[in-house]
């Protein structure tokens, strides 16, 4: 009995357990409140609770839909009851059957006849019960469950054993990965992913782990995981298929994991004619089958699926997670647009969503990631990089010394650091290097990768006897072996054992392959050809690049403009190459930057294509050797002084801004100062990160930044408020800026306590301010939208500024009407009434509080900077203003007799008309924005993009239709949700732009995207 009683709870799931617990815990209560007299009642409540949740503590899948009926026919019967057939049923059946139950039981004279009332909390009790009982049965899993006609096509009595012991092999096989593979875990704990679900074009964006985000979207069939290299999607791809296999009992689905990169795609897809989408797809089917097969080593995994496989296939009973498109050895040298991507991708889509049932998950990274033009990955889910606060919590998690020295060293002394902390893989060989050098950074990310691979080879030192090899020799055979798989297209990041020991017969391969298995630095598939990879491709890159500094000549410096497979590599080389050579790699990259200003090229054009890939090499590649760049430096900065100055291209600003890194700190700070001219949230953005390792800030710079701080709306302003607090702490220039942005932090705090206090004191004030709020947003709003020209709206009109505005002009209207002395009066819609009146300032401690709140409710920190501000920078047009608003009572004053004299009709009369005049043209321009609106959204919904491209000059063509800014914007969002490849040429050479639009913005960040160069 003691075994069990345990084992009885062992097998049953989390909510059946809830409902057993809950159950008992009752029954305890009810027996322990003395009703013992009342037990024979008792046990019926409790048999019927036991039928009616019966679908509960059952198997699962009994009864789930019966349950919901039932539920559905208590509330009927019980609303119906009460409110309808009360009086009826008290008088025919509850009274006769009470005085009978007092005739047999004495105790029920003390028990009075249910009222009116317990009818109604009756009905609440059982909305309550059903609505738990609903929710408990509810199906709360990532693969959803399969209707149980799928269930019927496998009658077999054995199918559940075998796909139970094949979940079992999965489960193994995801483990030995992880050990495989697992170089340091550690630093991928916590993931987190950034979730733009698509829906009707709109894109909703929530924060949360990677299981929580496919929990939460019950529509999408495919998800899109994208994210950098080394920011942990791999490992959480396996996580999360290693969580799903347990959810296969109530799903009937099962989780399949595969990488994609050792997917040899057995046809050429650069030469035409190309093989059919139907022959590619063939080729994936037989893959994943296959890989599958070789990994599991198991014969009865091998014959269920051997059986098995195309049937659950067709019927979506696999959650196909796929991973590492972009490793796709066919991919690893396409272009971003290139048609070979698109066509993989169309299969892949059609793999994973092709039935009805079916969902799962494809991860890339961001270059050369999978197009989207079937419109099937209805779901993005980006892995984001380390925030600054993330970065702090993972150096105090993982360093041996104190984490605040490296921590400034980072961000104030060696920004270049920065964007490699921000990727898990990187940020733990820097913690690595910090550990075994007393706090110390490497001199480049070369010498990173160099300490850790050399920590780890130098473990385990009794297989170099074993071997007869030398670490320094298998350092040289694996920068070989790394060599011969990068510049073979057919294999890319791994190749087959037997392949590689038999191209490099002079190398010792076989025992350097077991050592670096043995330290965890590389793996061999489970395969039947016996596959090596690096267990990252980041080591395999690394190797190459060592290679290529013992052998200079093999460098092929185009694949810098082309931003092919060899770019990674490169930046490594250039960070470890001699001088001589350094230089030479930057002056080509400046010569095809210079051909951009020197012909005419436009955006789009080859040529500025491979300029931009060249500035964004030299901005990563010798962040750290501005030595070698200092023979056109200055040029440089003019070319990126040029770019800020075209306020019509913001694609190229945001580029050039992005490179002020490799500038002086003096001509950093006039271009960022030049780039916040422009007023657009995208390049205020990218020019706030480009500058936050200055050492020092001019006035001007300070007083821009503060501003730029100021104008962030207040609710993303506060979820922030932790990153720009830490990231702005860490130079002293910033000091300034840092105590503004405190600043504003606490005037957030003071008045969301403030409003609080008002709540407490005068409730109905709250709601009239919260209602003023919505009404003068909503007007603001449609003027917005039926606007023909964009209207950019005032921070003043933010809805926390409004009730702010609102609720300090009540209080001090309040303190004119004499209610102070009584909370209960004050009403704010009598106040308002009243402001004609004659009134007067009462005293009192209501007064009081109400000027504290009042003095609470101002933003001190505004004025202070502000008004300093406007006298430093005070100009002509200042003196006008100040002389307008000094004038302004002067008309007033000589109305006020002649008004004063008129009748009151009359007075009254020209008030309305005053009102309505300004109310008739207030609808007017309504009026004419929203049927221009209404064209628009005609317009928008009568568009369709059936083809596989959209040409830029068709775009023009689109945009000249539409008649208001909203309309644009509408369009540009539309188009980016489409996810096309664009083609052709804009007409002027530059993207459309639209004074101040946030459709200009998505237009620029669109042809970021068509151009290959949004990361």
Request: some cysteine.
């Amino acid at each position: 009995m003691r075994k069990g009683f345990p084992s009885f709870f062992e097998h049953m799931t989390g909510q059946q357990r809830l409902f057993a617990f809950v159950f008992i815990i009752s029954v305890m209560s009810i027996l322990i409140a003395s009703w013992t007299e009342k037990l024979p009642m008792i046990s019926v409540a409790i048999i019927l609770i036991l039928w009616l949740t019966k679908t509960i503590w059952l198997p699962h899948g009994y009864g789930t839909i019966l349950i919901r009926r039932i539920s559905l026919g208590i509330v009927s019967l019980v609303a119906t009851s009460s409110l309808l057939w009360g009086s009826i049923l008290e008088s025919v059946l509850l009274k006769p059957l009470y005085v009978f139950l007092q005739r047999i039981f004495p105790f029920f004279h003390e028990i009075p006849l249910p009222n009116e009332d317990l009818y109604k909390w009756t009905l609440l009790f059982v909305l309550i019960g059903v609505f738990i009982v609903n929710f408990f049965t509810r199906d709360n899993t990532v693969m959803r469950e399969l209707p149980a006609t799928v269930e019927n096509e496998f009658p077999e009595k054995n199918f559940k054993h075998l796909r139970h012991e094949l979940c079992i092999s999965l489960k193994n096989d995801i483990e030995k990965l992880n050990k495989e593979l697992n170089w340091n875990e550690q630093y991928y704990t916590s993931l987190e992913a950034e979730v733009a679900v698509v829906k009707n074009n709109k894109k909703e964006k929530r924060i949360c782990d990677l299981l929580a985000a496919l929990r939460s979207d019950t529509e999408s069939k495919i998800f899109l995981l994208l994210g950098d290299p080394g920011s942990g999607k791999s490992l959480a791809l396996r996580k999360l298929c290693f969580k799903l296999l347990n959810e296969v009992s109530q799903t009937n689905k099962v989780p399949i994991y595969i990488n994609l990169k050792e997917w040899e795609i057995p046809y050429n897809l650069t030469v035409e004619p190309l093989p059919s989408s139907s022959d590619i797809y063939k080729s994936l089917n037989q893959f994943v089958l296959k890989n599958l097969k070789e990994r599991l080593w198991d014969r009865v995994s091998e014959k269920f699926l051997d059986r098995y496989f195309e049937p659950m296939l067709e019927n979506g009973m696999f959650f196909i997670i796929l991973d590492s498109f972009d490793e796709i050895p066919a991919v690893l040298d396409a272009n971003e647009s290139s048609q070979i991507i698109r066509i993989l991708s169309d299969v892949i889509y059609r793999f994973i969503g092709g039935t009805y049932n079916s969902r799962g998950v494809l991860a890339s990274r961001y270059f050369r990631k999978p197009t989207d033009s079937s419109q099937e990955a209805k779901a993005l889910l980006e892995i984001r990089p380390f925030t600054e606060s993330k970065i702090r919590q993972t150096l105090e998690n993982s360093l041996s010394y104190s984490p605040d020295k490296l921590i400034k060293k980072i961000f104030k002394d060696r920004p270049e650091f920065v964007p490699l902390a921000r990727n898990p893989f990187t940020i733990s060989l820097i913690t690595n290097y910090a550990n075994n050098n007393q706090n110390k950074l490497s001199e480049n990310q070369y010498e990173l990768f160099t300490s850790y691979l050399n920590d780890r080879l130098a473990e385990n030192t009794e297989y170099y006897e074993k071997y007869h090899v030398t670490q320094e020799e298998v350092i040289e055979t694996s920068s070989v072996i790394a060599e011969f798989m990068f510049t073979n297209p057919k294999y890319g990041l791994e190749a087959p054992v037997e392949e590689i020991i038999k191209n490099l017969p002079d190398y010792n391969v076989e025992a350097t392959i077991n050592i670096l298995i043995r330290n965890r630095l590389g793996r061999v598939g489970s395969s039947y050809e016996k596959r090596f990879s690096f267990v990252h491709r980041r080591f395999s890159e690394y190797f190459v690049a060592k290679r290529l500094i013992e052998n200079p000549n093999e460098v092929n410096i185009e694949s810098i403009a082309n931003d092919a497979r060899w770019r990674d590599v490169l930046v490594l080389y250039c960070e470890l190459a001699d001088k001589k050579e350094a230089e030479r790699i930057a002056l080509f990259c400046w010569s095809e930057i210079e051909k951009i200003t020197i012909g005419n090229v436009q955006i789009g054009d080859s040529q500025f294509i491979r300029g931009i890939h060249c500035l964004r090499f030299l901005t990563e590649a010798f962040r750290s050797r501005l030595e070698c760049i200092s023979s056109f430096r200055n040029k440089l900065a003019t070319f990126i002084d040029q770019q800020i100055k075209n306020k019509e291209n913001l694609l190229e600003i945001k580029l050039a801004v992005e490179a002020v890194g490799l500038l002086e700190n003096e001509q950093i700070d006039d271009v960022i100062i030049k780039s916040f001219h422009h007023n657009n949230e995208w390049i205020n953005e990218t020019a706030f990160k480009s500058c936050r390792h200055l050492p020092e800030l001019s006035d001007r710079l300070q007083d821009r930044l503060k501003r730029y701080i100021d104008s962030i709306q207040t609710v993303d302003f506060y979820i922030q408020k932790k990153d720009l607090l830490f990231s702005l702490s860490l130079s002293n220039g910033f000091h300034a800026v840092l105590n503004f942005c405190r600043a504003r932090v606490y005037d957030i705090q003071i008045v969301v306590t403030t409003l609080f206090g008002v709540l407490i004191v005068s409730p109905t004030m709250i709601i009239a301010l919260c209602i003023l709020a919505l009404i003068y947003k909503s007007i603001f709003l449609l003027i917005e939208i039926g606007s023909r020209k964009h209207v950019s709206p005032p921070t003043i009109l933010e809805i926390p500024n409004i009730i702010r505005i609102n609720a300090v002009l009540i209080i001090i209207t309040s303190a004119f009407s004499g209610n102070f002395t009584d909370p209960s009066k004050i009403d704010p819609l009598s106040i308002l009434l009243q402001i004609t009146n004659e009134t007067y300032i009462s005293g009192g401690l209501m007064f009081s509080i109400f000027l504290l709140f009042i003095l609470l409710m101002i933003p001190w920190y505004q004025i202070k900077f502000y008004i300093p501000l406007v006298i430093k920078n005070w100009e002509k047009k200042y003196w006008i203003l100040l002389l307008i608003l000094a004038l302004s009572p002067v008309p007033f004053v000589i109305i006020k007799p002649v008004v004063e004299q008129l009748p009151v009709y009359v007075t009254g009369f020209l008030f309305l008309l005053a009102l309505c005049t300004i109310f008739i043209v207030l609808m007017v321009t309504i009026l004419r924005g929203w049927i221009s609106y209404h064209r628009d959204v005609k317009n928008l919904k009568r568009l369709s993009f059936h083809t596989d491209f959209i040409d830029r000059r068709l775009i023009e063509e689109h945009l000249s239709i539409f008649q208001t800014s909203r309309g644009r914007f509408e369009y540009t969002k539309k188009l980016f949700d489409q996810n096309l490849p664009i083609r052709g040429s804009w007409s002027n050479g530059r993207v459309p732009y639209f004074t101040n639009e946030s459709a200009s913005t998505e237009l620029a960040k669109l042809e970021e995207k068509s151009l290959g160069f949004a990361r």
